[in-house]
């Protein structure tokens, strides 16, 4: 049976997918470092997992054996995410991988570094001899979990950019369909897939649609660069990260994040997940 590696198995991202791997029957093999993650991504149903750092080539090297697809989701931001990639389509050639699938990011040419590098990952990818998908999420849903507790205590909704800026965001619970789906349906290769919600939504449409939703009223709160500095130093995030991010929140009040829903209504099957139904079931804990 054809085994899927998975990098950051362990990660927001790539447990969902890993369940819905799952859900398929599929074979799958979890690349993590710790132990603890192991016993879990076990537990959900892995065939194994491979323990290692992505940063080492001979760990890679063993996660690759006999493996047939691979999903690489590298950790968000890694200053050498490109270098990362590089090593990994490089060595799946050698070990004759069958279909490499690329987690990158909605929009890979803006000028934000961590774009960049997924844009010179991607370039890496097609400049191999490697049967590729390429998905570009946009920003999730998720985004809100971290500050649920504000919004419902306090209806108070803050992020580091502008309040206006707008965005396509997507349920992570749908990008993992959609991976899974890309991974186990005929007829990806050599696609490039825009994953984009079906709604560009502003910091002030989400504090509405909130509001609406939880009966109490929710302000957005544009945080300034500083507030964002600040609290992102208090919190031990390393200086190159905080540079990354605010840049990033920078292009973000110019520009927001848009992208064209329609790839992913066709990948699914059905209407992607609206950001009322996502708080209603994932934060409200309502079957929908
Ligand atoms: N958030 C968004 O809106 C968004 C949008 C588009 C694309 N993306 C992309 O989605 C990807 C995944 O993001 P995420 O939020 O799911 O990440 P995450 O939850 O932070 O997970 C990162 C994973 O990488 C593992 N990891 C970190 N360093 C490692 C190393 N040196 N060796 C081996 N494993 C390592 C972590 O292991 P531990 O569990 O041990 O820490 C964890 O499993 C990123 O590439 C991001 O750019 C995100």
């Given amino acids: 049976m054809n085994t899927i590696l998975v990098t950051g198995a362990s990660g927001r991202t790539g447990r969902r ?3 819905q ?8 093999r979890a690349f993590v470092r710790r132990p603890e993650a192991a016993r879990e991504l076990l537990d959900m149903g892995v065939a194994d997992c491979v323990m290692g750092d992505l940063e080492q080539e001979s760990d890679l090297r063993r996660a690759l054996r006999d493996v047939g697809s691979v999903l ?4 968000p931001m890694h200053p050498a995410e490109d270098k990362i990639a590089e090593r990994m389509i490089r060595l799946s050639e050698a070990q004759g991988v069958e279909r490499f699938v690329l987690y990158s990011v909605l929009h890979p040419l803006v000028d934000v570094p961590h774009h960049r590098r997924k844009l010179d990952a991607e370039h890496a990818l097609l400049n191999s001899s490697l049967a590729y998908t390429i998905l570009q999420p946009c920003r999730y849903m998720q ?5 649920w507790a504000q919004v419902r205590d306090h209806g108070l909704h803050p992020m580091p950019f502008d309040s206006k800026a707008r965005f396509s965001l997507v349920d992570l619970h749908d990008l993992a369909e959609a991976s899974a789906k890309v991974l186990v349906e005929p007829g990806h290769d050599y696609a490039t897939y825009q994953l984009a919600g079906p709604e560009r939504l502003s910091m002030e449409d989400c504090a509405a649609i909130l509001s609406g939703v939880l009966g109490r009223d ?3 709160v544009a945080r300034s660069d500083d507030e964002f500095r600040r609290g992102a130093q208090a919190a031990g995030m390393p200086a190159e990260r905080i540079e990354g991010m605010a840049v990033m929140n920078a292009h973000y009040t110019a520009h927001g994040l848009s992208g064209n829903p329609n790839a992913m209504r066709w990948l699914l099957g059905r209407e992607p997940t609206h950001f009322a139904e996502f708080v209603k079931r994932e934060l409200m804990g309502e079957a929908i």
């Fill in 17 to 19: 997918a890993i369940s």
């Fill in 21 to 28: 791997l799952i859900a398929r029957n599929q074979q799958v």
């Fill in 72 to 75: 690489h989701i590298c950790p």
């Fill in 143 to 147: 985004h809100l979990n971290a500050i």
């Fill in 218 to 220: 929710v302000k957005a």
